[in-house]
Structures are given as C-alpha cells and as structure tokens.
C-alpha cells in the first residue's frame, strides 16, 4: 500500500482569532473621541454586528484617520468577510501608522496568503516572527514550507509555533502532517493523537490519524478510527476517499 498524505486542518485558534481589546471606557462619554467609537465597534463585533461595526469605525476614522486601532479593526471585519483587497488595504494603511503592530502585520500576512500572494505573505510573517517569535507566525511559515515540500524547515517551524504554545490543535495537526510526509509515522501518530487530546471530535484530525495508521501498517486501528469518523465528514470528496481507504483495509484484512 502506498503512503498516503494527510490534509491540513484550517485551524480556527490560528486563523482569524479576534484579538482586539477593549480599554478603558472614559468617564464622560465623547462622541467626538475616536477612541470611544473604536470602542463601540469593538463591542458591536462581540455581538457579532459587523455591519454596525463598520459605521462606528468609519465614524472613528472620519474624526482620526490616523486611529491605526480602527484601522486594523476594519481590516479584520473584511478579512473575515473575505473582502481580501479591502482587508489589505486597511492593514497596509494601520502599518503605515504603526508599523510594529503584530496584530496587523499577522492579519495583512494572512490576507496576502488569501489573495496568491505568498511571497508577500511570507515576508509578513517573518516580520512578525522578527518581533515576538509569536506561534501564529511560525504556525504559517510552517504551512507555507510544507506547500513548497521543504519539510525540515517546516518542522523546525511547527516546532517553534508548539514551543511558544502547546494546546493548539492545529499546531499539532499540521506537525502530524508534515512527518506524515517524512514517512516518520510513529511521531505523526502522536502528533495527530496529541491534536484529538484538544479537539477530540475534529473530523480532520481523525482522518489524519486514519491514513498515519494506515501508513504505519497498522491496518485494524486504522479501520477503527476511519469508519468512526465518516459519519461525521461533510465534504463529498474527502467522504469518497474515505470509504475507498475503508474499503482498501477491508480487502487486506
């Protein structure tokens, strides 16, 4: 049986967490205040009110087009909203002001990545991880040299992203992912079996942890973990694939 790869999960933790902070409402309230209407949109995002938030950092803006906190908020609602060039419009404009703001300088890596452009993507998260060291940073130059198949140095990132922070499930998967494709299977096993220790429900993580089993020749764990994992898969492709990996087990037994 041939080794088979196993998928990336798109990890929400590393992805678009939203980090804006709420500081310290002033005491007399200031519709002018740029500041109190960042504030707002702030609080209209925890409510999930997108739209409403926009109006109240447009309107901070309009009286500070420098407020880069605003700024960087703007570009988040669009980069959540998948508005790519908006999102990176904001981001480059919030830099522009506050050029070492790691938040920014995250989300306008991340955008790049969405847009194709991933040299630009690249040199963001290299700035970001120049700063901090941050786990996000590394989690995507991690993810960016598995595409290209240099793997050690893919490893060496995930590694870094762990080291800064171990209860990522997603951190976990894509390290399982890449010795996947090192053929170092026992290690990918626990990897994958550390991201489940997080999310144990994870469909991905359970699939990846099907095909390391399966590569590792570990034919009826593999069976196990497959078959309890399809009736949760979505996706029409990767439930077909499944079932020909069942099917395939089946068939050795």
Known sequence: MNPLKTVILAA????????????????????????YQYEKAVIAMKYGLPEQAIDYVNLALSLDPRHYQSLNLLGLIHLQ???????????EKCLEI???FIDAINR???TYYELGEKDKAEQEFL???????????SFNLAKLRLEENK??????????????????????????VILNQMERYPEAITSFQRAL????????????????????RQYDKSLEVLEKALPGIQDPLLRNK????????KEAK
């Open 12 to 35: 929400a933790c590393f992805g678009l967490a939203f980090c804006a902070s709420v500081q310290k409402k002033p005491k007399v309230d200031n519709e002018k205040d740029p500041q």
């Open 197 to 216: 220790a997080l999310t144990p429900n994870d469909i991905n993580v359970n699939v990846n942890l099907g095909i390391a089993l399966m590569n590792a």
């Open 108 to 110: 306008l890596g991340t």
């Open 127 to 137: 700035k970001s991880l120049a700063v901090d060291g941050n786990a996000f940073a």
């Open 81 to 91: 909203a998948k508005d790519y060039l908006r999102a990176a419009d904001a981001f």
């Open 151 to 176: 793997l050690p140095e893919a490893l060496d990132y995930i590694d870094k992203s762990i080291l800064k922070t171990d209860r990522q499930a997603g951190a976990y998967n894509l390290k399982g």
């Open 98 to 100: 506050k050029p070492d």
């Open 242 to 249: 499944v079932n020909e990996y069942i099917k395939a087990l």
